[in-house]
């Protein structure tokens, strides 16, 4: 975080008044959540958390990292693997600012590197998030774990915060962003995705979940843009997919990749002129020498590197 307090506040205050009339994503509900929830994302003003842990299955730079899982999203996708806590928001459970900066305290002195907030996606969460943050020391290092189906005014709020961009680039055309159920998925992530690379002192790192069916539709495509605008950024393919909720009987989308769509696209991906390209969230070459705020940290004796890959799917 970079911040000074007193912006940090003045931010906190915008960000209460656009809940009144939430435009806080793309989704542009214009609900008033201060008197419940009402918008797509159904929350309120609260953080509703299902699950917190140091993750050490994150990209390489990132372990360990304190995983927040928020509730809900902005995204409806149809292979989500957090689907009840996306759907049904209310099966979190709530906490105050001072509990979640607490918790994040505690990770940290457990030997976290940074926060790492994610859902759903954290976006929808955007008040809770600051209000517990303007409780935690200036130098906690911000990962923000998203859709990034975000409208231009929530990227300006976290400008200053955000330490590490981390984020979904799932879809190559609108007409597969519907499969997380909005309709102007390319017009809404591309330039938020230009925002995050040029945004001063974060970093950003991309996510590309290999889809089985959506090599030439959605993974060429999105490679080649970010191989376009993004070249200087930590691009990491993953393979990993796995069908889950909906995706199950998805004549598509119901079945993992196979070995040669997973040899098809990793090789493609590796002709790209990526500067730090990984594959399943480990570098494919030593990337060059850029540190990151958190390479200072000692890494605790649990951090085997035995823990899951990233979770893939999730996004609601
Ligand atoms: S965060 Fe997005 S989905 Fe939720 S109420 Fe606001 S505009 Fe709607």
């Known amino acids: 975080m970079r911040l000074s307090p007193e912006l940090f506040r003045q931010r906190i205050e915008a960000v209460r008044t656009e809940y009144l009339h939430c435009r806080l994503c793309s989704r542009r509900c214009g609900v008033d ?121 929530s990227l300006e709020y976290l400008r200053g915060i955000v330490d590490v961009w981390l984020i979904d680039l799932k879809f190559g055309n609108n007409q597969c962003g519907r499969l997380s159920g909005v309709t102007d998925y390319l017009s809404v992530l ?64 119901g079945r993992r990749a196979t070995a040669l769509e997973v040899e098809i696209a990793t090789s493609y991906f590796l002709s790209l002129p990526f500067q730090r390209p990984m594959v399943n969230g480990r570098f494919v070459r030593q990337p060059s020498s850029r540190t990151t705020k958190t390479e200072h940290v000692i890494l605790p004796e649990t951090a085997t590197g035995q823990a899951p890959r990233p979770d893939p799917n999730r996004r609601g």
């Open 33 to 153: 959540r201060t008197v419940g929830p009402a918008g797509v994302c159904q929350l309120g003003t609260s953080a509703l958390c299902y699950k917190e842990f140091i993750h050490y299955g994150e990209e390489e730079h990132l372990v360990p990292s304190h995983t927040v899982y928020l509730s809900g999203c902005s995204f409806r996708c149809i292979f989500c693997s957090d689907d009840a806590h996306v759907r049904k928001p209310s099966l979190g459970t709530e906490l105050s600012a001072n509990q979640l900066a607490w918790l994040i305290q505690k990770r940290r002195l457990e030997g976290a590197r940074n926060v790492n907030f994610v859902g759903g996606t954290p976006d929808v969460h955007l008040l809770a998030i600051l209000e517990a943050l303007a409780l935690c020391p200036s130098d906690t290092t911000v990962v923000w774990n998203s859709n990034l189906y975000m409208s231009a005014d």
């Open 190 to 253: 591309r330039p938020a995705l230009q925002y995050c690379a040029t945004d001063p002192g974060s970093e950003l790192t991309v996510r590309h979940l290999l889809m089985p069916g959506h090599f030439d539709c959605c993974t060429v495509p999105s490679l080649d843009w970010a191989a376009r605008h993004l070249a200087d950024a930590t691009i990491n393919l993953m393979t990993t997919y796995i069908p889950f909720a909906k995706a199950q009987k998805h004549p598509v989308l």
